[in-house]
């Protein structure tokens, strides 16, 4: 019941600033998303607690790889998900929920291939790359050794499963991973994993923003490795 009145608060605080968002310039759509660290936030409810098309990336974004080598060879950094591949439709589990959508909210089960040998820990970032790349989930401080996510991480600051990994706050409402919600065209979302070389993402906190988080992550990702899925209604 807790998960169910979250979906709805999020989705209709984001659909709320979208409406303000299409009335107004580019350049205020990019203002509209920002988090506010001065916005007090209700906290998150508690929990108890491969196959896929890749498109891989460098910081320059063309092709590229990042994974471990060897001998002379280099391995793909890439990630797949079980659930949808590259450009497939995402499967209506992993969209939004309550008043905006049929979905649930449901984080979906990503896999990828090691990183460079220095790799300390990876993040995800997934964005609406239709809404100005909105921010909609943010898992970091996910440990090396890790390499893949199961499906539906719960609501939390701090994760269980994989222990030591952080969620960011999602527009000042609670810590986890916020489903394609589209009822204006069919969008393109993105999930990008990022190759780290700390164990820990410096400099970010827990009131820290999720667009913040996700700017840290990206300014210092050693390699990044991308899946994108579609959702909505043509």
Sequence with gaps: MQRQIWRILLAGAAMSQL???????????VQCWKGNDDTEAAEEPGSDNDSGGTNVETDSGGAGTGGDSSGDTEVPFTLTSTAFSEGEVIPTVHECGGEWGSGEDSSPPLSWAPGPEKTGSYAVVMRDLD???????????????????????????????PAGARQAKLHNLYFGYFGPCSKSGIKTYRW?????????????EKKTTENEIAAAIEGSSQAQASLSGLSGES
């Design 192 to 204: 990008t994993v990022h190759a780290m070389e700390g164990e820990r993402l410096p400099g970010v």
């Design 19 to 29: 409406a303000a968002c299409n009335t107004e310039s580019t350049a205020f759509v």
């Design 131 to 161: 809404m100005n790349d909105l921010v909609h989930w943010v898992i970091y401080d996910i440990p090396g050794s890790v390499h893949s996510l199961s499906e539906g991480i719960p609501f939390g600051y701090e994760v269980a499963d």
